[in-house]
């Protein structure tokens, strides 16, 4: 979870130098390390040890050989941000690394590893600071300067046992609809063609909670699948969450979820979901989405419906995390419709209409707002020249008394065909109402955006980005990126 907007330039040496750190400091604590990731890490060894393969080189099946295939990414990022506020300037600057890995066994298809880290470096050292600053974030809440978040690092075994099609060892992320993090054990299992079962449990992990000592939360849950018949799938999930506070001796926090979701395919060009969600016995949400193309007329559609049927208070952290950010969130609907219109192979117009509305209109509040917006957009692609593309946008906002038209415009060029081109961008846009829940900026109304932004990839891995973007509002703020990142 990063901040919405950044300055990024960095070395390989650094990356990889934070890369290495990542993988000995990170948020996992002493008893997960003993109990969980030493076996997992002993059976890593026996994976690597066999003949390493990377992703885009041939098959080595005719030496009778079972390669390991690795997949991932690895990036640095040195983030600047700089803006002006009551005559004052005011700067933040950061540094972090990020990894992926993912090793598997394509031939045997037995064992996978995932993991996935950030290293974060405060260089600005303003964590102490007791005035206000609009780039307060997560990161100035610790006394290091430097600290790491582990977001997956999880041993998968491929068909172990009969009727036991994977079991998933170590620290996990959503393994089913709910963004949870937990260290612990999950498995999944074919009870019957048509039915498929998962279950998962471990210690509760809150990667920003201040008080987020280890194994003191825990989580578990259970997801039954039906498929009752080919075009139908129905999902039945319960999440129980037990969320200790201790820091301020406030109650501690249990909870419990249950959802059902119906995915319908009606045709291959026509499938339609459906969710509802209930809070320890309350209902809690629903979320209606249609989504069709007539591949004919060159039209596609995608509607959706949202309904928050009650007060969103506190709950545990896996169920409310922005809960400390927006305060009480109250009820409201919206709707979303989008329809796609082509025109040949390289004009298309978009047509959409979205709408939020406040069950108690009299309740509106920052972060909890009732409005409308009507926009139309011209896409052009390869029309006069190859590899130009140009987008044009108009919009018509309401809220309350509140009657707005704005443009945006977007204009785009590819140096050649492929997905590792080079390319540069530029435009504007308009937001009524702009967010970032990960800094204190709150919430901005009337905002303007511009933007410049490029990407060059070279050496078959490798990619650079750089760009700048300036946001006129109240204040103004100031943004120039660049970018390394290798994959592998």
């Not at 990889?16 to 060894?45: D, E, H, K, Y």
């Not at 430097?146 to 170590?170: C, K, M, W």
């Amino acid at each position: 979870m990063h901040p919405g907007y950044y300055y990024s330039v960095t070395s390989a040496d650094y990356s990889r130098q934070g890369a290495m750190v990542l993988l000995l400091c990170n948020s996992m604590r002493l008893r997960f390390c003993l109990s969980i990731a030493a076996p997992l890490l002993c059976t890593l060894l026996v994976l690597i040890s066999a003949p390493l393969q990377a992703a885009d080189s041939g098959s080595s099946a005719d030496k009778g050989t079972d390669p390991v295939l690795v997949q991932g990414y690895l990036s640095g990022k040195y983030v600047f941000r700089k803006t002006r506020v009551d005559d004052e300037k005011i700067r933040d600057e950061d540094l972090s690394t990020d990894l992926r890995i993912d090793l598997s066994k394509p031939q045997s298809n037995g064992y996978e590893f995932h993991f996935f880290g950030t290293l974060r470096d405060d260089l600005s050292s303003n964590r102490d600071r007791t005035g206000y600053s609009p780039f307060e974030d997560i990161g100035n809440a610790y006394r290091s300067r430097t600290h790491g978040y582990v977001y997956e690092a999880h041993l998968d075994l491929n068909d172990p046992f009969s009727h036991v099609t994977q079991v998933r060892i170590g620290r996990q992320d959503g393994t089913r609809d709910e963004p949870i993090f937990f260290d612990g054990i999950s498995a999944d299992f074919r009870v019957a063609p048509r039915i498929s079962v998962t279950a998962y449990g471990g210690a509760a992990v809150n990667l920003y909670e201040l008080d987020n000592r280890w194994g003191s939360d825990s989580l578990h849950g259970i997801g039954l699948d039906l498929y009752p018949a080919s075009a139908t799938v129905v999902n039945l999930d319960y999440l129980y969450v037990d969320d200790k506070r201790g820091i301020f001796d406030t109650t501690s926090q249990r909870d419990q979820l249950i959802s059902l979701k119906l995915n319908q395919r009606f045709s291959p060009n026509l499938r339609t979901s459906a969710k509802l969600r209930y809070i320890n016995g309350d209902p809690r949400d629903m979320e209606v989405r249609v989504v069709g193309t007539a591949p004919e007329t060159g039209i596609e559609l995608n509607a959706a419906y949202v309904r928050q049927f009650r007060v969103q208070n506190e709950l545990s952290n896996e169920l409310s995390p922005y809960y400390d950010v927006i305060g009480q969130s109250e009820p409201y609907q919206s709707y979303d419709v989008k329809v796609r219109t082509f025109f040949g192979t390289h004009v298309a117009v978009d047509m959409g209409y979205f709408k939020r509305a406040l069950i108690h209109t009299e309740l509106e509040s920052a972060f909890n707002r009732a409005y409308t917006r009507s926009y139309a957009v011209l896409d052009i692609t390869n029309l006069a020249v190859s590899g130009l593309s140009l987008s044009f946008t108009g919009e018509q906002w309401t809220a309350g008394h509140q009657h707005l038209t704005s443009t945006g415009y977007d204009v785009g060029y590819a140096f050649k065909a492929g997905r590792r081109s080079p390319k540069v961008s530029a435009g504007s846009y308009y937001s009524l109402y702009k967010y970032d829940y990960y800094l204190s900026l709150g919430e901005r109304t009337n905002v303007r955006t511009y933007y410049v932004k490029g990407e060059y990839p070279f050496a078959e891995r490798y990619s650079f980005s750089c760009g700048y973007e300036i946001e006129h509002g109240i204040e103004t703020y100031q943004t120039a990126k660049l970018g390394l990142r290798y994959a592998f």
